[in-house]
């Protein structure tokens, strides 16, 4: 049994998905009982994670997720990624849509199956300092 490439398949659900704007790509490569822990919440089954993910991408003008690195485990059932999202505000944790440029870090760790198909993502970013700096006052 040869081992699946894990980076692989993330890197490319992040192309695919995310900077394609295509949520109905996450058919190709998550379950159907997919859970995502986002700063401490779950979101369960694939149709609710796609719905996640256009109601996030509602938000950003010009997304684009740029992957800083990414390794896998000895078996490939762990994955970890870094990456950082830069766009325009259109109105991102219900502040003003002004149109300015804004990026973020984050951080994900992927449950990978033996096939390929993703299982879970565990994600934080760094979103009370994007808010932080979308919401300071001009001096």
Partial sequence: ???????EVVES?????WNAGNPDAADRYVVEDFVITNAGERIEGRENFKAW?????????????????TFQNHDGSRVASRW???GRNKGIFGTEPDGRPISFSGTAVWEVREDGKLLHNHVERASWELFQRLTRQSA
Avoid: C, G, T
């Fill in 1 to 7: 049994m040869s081992l699946v490439n894990s980076v």
């Fill in 53 to 69: 993910i256009r109601a996030f991408l509602e938000k950003i003008d010009d997304f684009r997720l740029e992957v800083i690195e």
């Fill in 84 to 86: 950082r999202v830069h």
């Fill in 13 to 17: 659900f992040w192309r695919d998905v």
